[in-house]
């Protein structure tokens, strides 16, 4: 049986080129289709690459912090961009990969590297996508 911690929904009327409100009317964002994809984007839209990459960057960015408050590591500020990248698979079809560089201002990038690795391990993002999704991680 899950134990929910916490629950938060979203809908999505249409597709690529639809509409996402949040049950609490805080995410109200209009979608539409990348350039890259033969669309021609309106200013202030999305598309799902970008909502992954932010949903990513955010959480492994909180377990990072996670995993230094917990070891009493002393840091100046975690610094995480996720790149979302839409690729062609075997079949034909798409899949997504993402690009990790991760910056924990104030520690050399050795010492960084095993507390990277932890969350990475940590991180619910990760969890969740580990073994369907490509993650390259850098850390500098």
Do not use: W
């Not at 990459?53 to 959480?59: E, K, L, N, P, R």
């Not at 034909?92 to 993402?98: A, C």
Request: with cysteine; proline share 4%.
């Amino acid at each position: 049986m899950r134990k929910v911690i916490l629950k938060r929904a979203v809908t999505a009327t249409g597709g690529r080129q639809g509409h996402l409100l949040s049950e609490d009317q805080n995410i109200d964002l209009k979608l539409d289709l990348p350039t890259e994809l033969g669309g021609n984007p309106a200013p202030k839209t999305t598309n799902p690459e970008q909502l992954l990459a932010t949903g990513y960057a955010s959480c492994f960015a909180s377990s990072l912090e996670y995993i230094l408050m917990s070891e009493q590591v002393k840091y100046e500020q975690v610094i995480i961009t996720a790149t979302a990248l839409l690729l062609k698979d075997e079949a034909g079809g798409f899949k997504f990969g993402i690009d990790v560089v991760a910056h924990i201002m104030g520690l050399e990038k050795k010492i960084a590297k095993p507390y990277v690795d932890k969350a990475y391990a940590f991180c619910p993002y990760s969890k969740a996508i580990r073994g369907n999704v490509e993650v390259k991680i850098e850390v500098k």
